[in-house]
């Protein structure tokens, strides 16, 4: 069974501190690893896809990695309006279903 | 243009009741699905429909259908509906099963 976990649970910032978010995945096959935001009372917001270790794609202050076993969201000199929790997804080609996500990174950044 | 909608956005209601939920895209992707996100924020799949035919089937109760009109509309009803039945309902879509997914802005479901 595939299995995604992320950490911290929940992380509070300066604006302007630089910090990483973490997800550590288990997966028959790995088809592609998936970055969300979701703001209160919103859907989740696609944000990165992931393909094969060593990948990096950037979006502003945004700038996500993967490994064999791992990805990172780096969040680089980050604003209050980058608060929101942060969810990471992994797609299998195991004969898992849908996206399989993790619990998320519920992300504050204080002015 | 709202690219995934879905209708109502609140939906309270008492046990027992049936009840649906709608959801439509306008992407033009060829595979739908339906989220159930908890009280404690965790999404699970619950079903995917790609080109009309039903391809993935979580472990959900048969209470749960997924109908699908036509590539654009994956509907959810709902059968007798229960106290835990209540969370967060999001309709997605993708082009493929690989593909990152687009989510609608989710349904409260509040079931009394």
Known sequence: EDQVTQSPEALR???GESSSLNCSYTVSGLRGLFWYRQDPGKGPEFLFTLYSAGEEKEKERLKATLTKKESFLHITAPKPEDSATYLCAVRS??????LTFGKGTHLIIQP | DTAVSQTPKYLVTQMGNDKSIKCEQNLGHDTMYWYKQDSKKFLKIMFSYNNKELIINETVPNRFSPKSPDKAHLNLHINSLELGDSA???CASSQGLIFEQYFGPGTRLTVT
């Open chain 1, 13 to 15: 910032l300066q604006e």
């Open chain 1, 93 to 98: 080609g195991g004969g898992a279903d849908g």
């Open chain 2, 88 to 90: 967060v309902y999001f």
